[in-house]
């Protein structure tokens, strides 16, 4: 337990509750995730815990056995996160064709983009297989796998020169927003949701400071000037984006205009990064340490979810899709209070049961218990 930094597993479990929330439309819960309170969400902050603990965990394996064996590990994981991604596709399809047609709803099938699927199963099973089909929650997998592929020699080149493999990857990041670089998904050629060659830059400075080629950063970055500074970004974002949120739910509450700022999830556009890392910059300042959240039965049972959190994002995808069918027959946002409480509940006790089996499982064969951060969609 000494040797992990608990905060990681925390915030990673913190993260995918709040995707849960997040994939719920018109959800009152929303009140409580990072949607409503910055210019981004919690996915920035999965990118970016994913791209620092692969990083620590295979830079670890390159230093030790050399460039073959990380590759090999983190193609294994690859792997891994290419099959969840199949059969999320597969149950994704299975529920929702299931409750079209005892509702005989088939607006539904357009509206998580299954209708190609069901209409054309043989073409799109290859499209599926080629990444390029992606329907409504499938659409983040898809950029870890592609993430995964060109990791082994993305840790080289931060081992040689961080700074040379940051600038690379903000260059590509450039060329998406001037240029609108991305890959196209099957079969109407819209871009890519998480369009990997924006959402890379996230990753990428995440691993940066995983492998440690960033630490003479930390002295500035624990400085006054800098939290200030974080404050005056994170306060003003909060206050736009909380404000017409609130205002959706209690109209008397006036909403704080905008005006013309851009703030695309798809193509990550510049005030989602500058904010998330403002809010980042504060968490590392006022976050409780490591010790503080182990000690707490709460944080334990979120830090438990981000210790499995390839099989949490999958289980949370489905329930989301299986609560936006159950509260879409009552019309209450009271019950989908209610059923996300309770799709919260049944993530944490898989969470605790996936963790039960792992360590009855360890002891039984006399294994050691894993060392090191877990990872996900990100790697062990």
């Not at 509206?111 to 190609?116: I, K, N």
């Not at 006022?286 to 010790?291: K, Y």
């Not at 999958?314 to 009552?330: E, K, M, N, P, R």
Request: a positive charge; hydrophobic letters at 55%.
């Amino acid at each position: 337990m000494s040797e992990r930094d608990l905060r990681i597993d925390f915030l990673r479990g913190l993260a995918l509750l709040m995707i849960f929330v997040d994939h719920s439309p018109w959800n009152p819960l929303t009140i409580f995730t990072l949607r409503t309170w910055s210019f981004g969400d919690a996915a920035e902050l999965f990118f970016f815990i994913s791209g620092f603990v692969a990083a620590l965990v295979y830079g670890r394996t390159l230093a030790q056995s050399g460039f073959l064996a990380a590759t090999a590990r983190i193609y294994r994981r690859a792997w891994d996160i290419y099959a969840t991604q199949m059969v999320l596709l597969v149950f994704l399809v299975a529920i929702l064709a299931s409750a079209a047609d005892a509702s005989g709803n088939m607006a539904m099938l357009s509206y998580y983009r299954v209708s190609a699927f069901l209409n054309h199963t043989d073409t799109m099973i290859l499209q599926a297989l080629l990444l390029r089909y992606q329907p409504a929650y499938l659409d983040i997998l898809p950029a870890y796998i592609v993430f995964f592929i060109v990791l082994p020699f993305g840790l080289v080149l931060l081992k040689r020169n961080v700074w040379v493999a940051l600038a690379l990857s903000f260059a590509l990041y450039l060329g998406v927003q001037i240029w609108g670089w991305t890959p196209r998904s099957a079969p109407d050629g819209a871009p890519w949701f998480f369009n990997p060659f924006a959402w890379q830059f996230l990753f990428t400075l995440g691993a940066a400071f995983g492998s440690g080629g960033l630490s003479r950063l930390m002295p500035l970055l624990d400085t006054r000037w800098a939290v200030g500074l974080a404050a005056l970004i994170a306060i003003p974002a909060a206050v736009i984006v909380g404000s017409g949120v609130v205002h959706t739910f209690v109209p008397a509450i006036p909403a704080v205009q905008s005006g013309s700022l851009q703030v695309g999830k798809d193509s990550l556009q510049y005030m989602r990064v500058v904010d998330f890392l403002a809010l980042a910059l504060l968490a590392r300042r006022f976050m409780p340490s490591s010790a503080a959240l182990g000690n707490n039965s709460v944080t334990r049972a979120i830090m438990r979810c981000g210790q499995h959190s390839l099989a949490i994002f999958g289980a949370g995808v489905l329930l989301a899709v299986s609560t936006d069918i159950y509260c879409g027959q009552w019309q209450s946002q009271g019950a989908l209070v209610l059923a996300n409480l309770a799709g919260i509940g049944l993530l944490i006790g898989f969470a605790a049961l996936l963790e039960w089996m792992r360590t009855a499982t360890a002891s039984k064969l006399h294994y050691p218990a894993a060392a090191g951060v877990a990872i996900s969609p990100a790697g062990k």
